[in-house]
């Protein structure tokens, strides 16, 4: 399977440059650098039926991804993760057509792998020789995880309250792990530091252009699990905004492919009320978004006080007609729980915001009863147990 990558674009300023060296954001402006394809030669060259027989994981779809040398294309089996229809829900909700994309079944348990398994492959493919990254959690797992299966030392900051079964994943899977002081863009500062120091490359969401190139694999999945068609709403917990901004960038690819048609989902970013400054961003009309102030949720893969994609993830929003909206740490743990008893699958806290949020947006019509509606469970509810209040337990 050839690729089709051919340079990269700055999101913002539109400078190319060449695909084939090692980058992190866009030299001349800092924003995110997105990679581009050879878009008329895939559509002529990759087609859907060629997908047929080849393995249930993103490498699926590697024509459109941006590792070249299939050596490097590294698996623990992610992606291709189940599109479910959740029928209980949806009749306690009045809704017909809702359905979960269960990310929780990828490698690490979230859907994280996707990203790094790319930016992992990726870096080592253009010779780096060791992985740096600050996290919530999952993405430090994840990145353990590929980096351990690419042979690449990793090094990873993670604030001082994440749940030590990261710590403990993190560790049991080869990567050296830093405790701080502080929220996740303190941790950045901390691989920053390493990166000026020449001790290894920043995998940071969206501070390298390969993390969404995995992330958008989801956007490809959800037309192959709809025969190629869109659902009509997405409702995903944003904190960096990689999975919205990916699977934006899979809808449009697929429409120059002319593998979907130019109908879209209605983009919902889904934020906790003590940290949304995205949904603050979109309610005030702002392009990009800031900084919150004294972040905290229960949901730490959300406590993304500034996010670098703000603008990508806005104009997703906006451009298909969308809406962002935050919930509270009770209504999270009440879903947690709805989703767990009513459909069988246990959550984590970021995956269970897009029930509460989808409540709030059946009240107030946004989305009709017969739309069909994918929400994003990106994590499994495994390492949150501490989450789960008063777990039932009898005395045999
Ligand atoms: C990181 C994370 C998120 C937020 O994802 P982004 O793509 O960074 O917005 C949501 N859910 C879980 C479980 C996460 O680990
Ligand atoms: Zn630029």
């Known amino acids: ?8 674009e ?4 539109h400078a190319h440059y060449p695909a084939d060296r ?10 995110p650098l997105l990679a581009r394809y050879d878009m008329e030669a895939a559509k002529a060259g990759f087609r859907p039926e060629m997908l047929a027989g080849r393995p249930a994981t993103l490498w699926r779809y590697a024509e459109m991804l941006p590792v070249k040398d299939p050596a490097y294309r590294i698996t623990l ?3 291709f993760t189940p599109l479910l229809r959740l029928e209980r829900l949806g009749a306690a909700l009045g809704q017909s057509q809702l359905y979960a994309k269960d990310e929780g079944l990828n490698p690490t348990a979230s859907f994280k792998a996707r990203g790094l398994c790319l930016a992992v492959a990726r870096a080592a493919e253009l010779g780096a020789r060791a992985l740096g990254i600050p996290t919530a959690g999952n993405a430090g797992s994840a990145m353990a995880a590929y980096a351990a299966r690419a042979g690449l030392p990793a090094t990873v900051y993670a604030p001082r309250d994440v749940p030590p079964v990261f710590v403990a994943e993190m560790s049991a899977l080869g990567a050296e792990v830093f405790l701080v002081d502080g929220l996740i863009t303190d941790c950045a500062r901390c691989v920053q530091e390493g990166v000026a120091a020449g001790r290894w490359f920043d995998l940071s969401t969206l501070k390298e252009p390969y993390r969404v190139e995995g992330k958008k694999t989801m956007g490809y999945e959800l037309a192959e699990q709809f025969a190629w068609t869109l659902p009509d709403v997405i409702i995903y917990p944003t904190g960096g905004g990689t999975g919205i901004v990916g699977m934006w960038k899979a809808f449009a690819e697929m429409e120059q492919l002319h593998w979907t048609g130019s109908a879209r989902p209605r983009m919902v970013s889904v934020q906790a009320a003590g940290c949304a400054p995205i949904v603050r961003a979109f309610e005030r009309g702002d392009e990009v978004a800031g900084t919150w102030e004294n972040a905290a949720t229960i949901a730490d893969g959300l406590r993304v006080p500034r996010a670098i994609g703000d603008f990508l993830i806005l104009q997703a929003i906006r451009q298909s007609g969308g809406t962002a909206l935050a919930v509270t740490d009770e209504e999270i743990r009440a879903a947690m729980s709805e989703i767990g008893r009513t459909e069988g699958i246990f959550v984590a806290p970021e995956a269970a915001a897009t029930l509460a949020a989808l409540r709030h947006l059946c009240q107030s019509g946004f989305i009709r009863p017969d739309e069909r509606v994918v929400l994003f469970l990106t994590g499994s509810g495994l390492k949150y147990t501490h989450l789960v209040r008063a777990p039932m337990v009898n005395e045999a």
Not at 1 to 8: A, G, K, N, R, T
Not at 10 to 13: D, R, V
């Open 1 to 8: 399977m050839f690729s089709y990558l051919s340079h990269l």
């Open 77 to 79: 089996g992610e992606g």
């Open 22 to 31: 090692l980058y992190n954001v866009c030299p001349a402006c800092g924003r």
């Open 10 to 13: 700055c999101s913002w300023c």
